[in-house]
């Protein structure tokens, strides 16, 4: 399940330049212009079913609710909207919450009053994507009260020692870049942080290779329909299966 409260982004670092929604090749190009959707208010949406005589929540119990996929959940332009968005993150305890951010040095900014260590249903990525964005963002990541953190390297574009961020992180999920425009993605970069994860016992999932994939030395270009399905055989998850399937 989907929830996009708002929409619009701007770069913030050097991972954002092609991205795939706003990059300079995306077909959102330019639209940096944060605006509220019509589906601010979705999480708390009913429908009545005459047959039942009941209304109901649109969005069933136990569902997975991914938040502001194509956005960032910390914009600034998004302060005011926040507080409202955990209003109804904290009404309905019974969804789990999930988002990524690139801006997690705004993390306090519009926290509801009654957060104290995180609320269970909220799991917070912090996304990075080379040694400096790791260096930058996640000192300050371990440092917040957050009660489900998880680190995503997306997209990977430079080798990354994770070894002093991973006490408390539940898993760490690595892509390479999409796109014609893609940066390369080493599978030397991948293996490394596959080793460290494994000593420090967190869950690693190679998710795709993106376009521009070395491997054995060899640049390659990997065909966007298999991308995810040739990072699985070279490297399958620890467990087998990913707990959250996101993109």
């Known amino acids: 399940m989907v929830w996009e409260p708002w929409t619009g982004c701007y770069p913030v670092s050097a991972g954002c330049k092609y991205c795939y929604y706003y990059g300079l090749y995306s077909k959102r190009y330019g639209q940096n212009n944060i ?7 979705k999480p708390i949406e009913t429908i009545y079913m005459p047959r039942k005589k009941i209304t109901k929540y649109r969005i069933e119990s ?3 609710v991914f938040t502001c996929f194509t956005t960032d959940f910390f914009l600034p332009e998004a302060d005011q909207w926040r507080v409202e968005a955990w209003d109804m ?3 309905r305890s019974d969804l789990t919450f999930l988002f990524l951010t690139k801006r997690i040095d705004r993390f306090k900014i519009s926290l509801p009053d009654d957060w104290k260590d995180g609320y269970e249903n909220v799991r917070i990525g912090c996304s990075i994507e080379d040694q400096e964005s790791a260096d930058k963002r996640l000192p300050l990541y371990l440092s917040f009260p957050i009660k489900h953190k998880f680190i995503v390297c997306s997209p990977l574009i430079g080798e990354i020692d994770l070894s002093s961020y991973l006490q408390g992180i539940e898993s760490v999920r690595a892509y390479g870049e999409a796109g014609k425009e893609a940066r390369e993605c080493d599978f030397k970069w991948i293996l490394n942080l596959h ?3 494994k000593s420090a016992k967190v869950q690693f999932d190679f998710v795709s290779t993106g376009r521009n994939f070395r491997h054995n030395g060899e640049l390659k270009k990997i065909n966007p329909y298999i991308q995810r399905k040739t990072a699985r055989q070279l490297l399958p998850s ?10």
């Open 238 to 247: 620890d467990d087998g299966n990913a707990d959250i399937q996101f993109e």
């Open 62 to 64: 136990g569902k997975i």
């Open 89 to 91: 993150i904290r009404k």
């Open 35 to 41: 605006v509220k959707t019509d589906d601010f208010y």
């Open 195 to 197: 080793e460290q994860c």
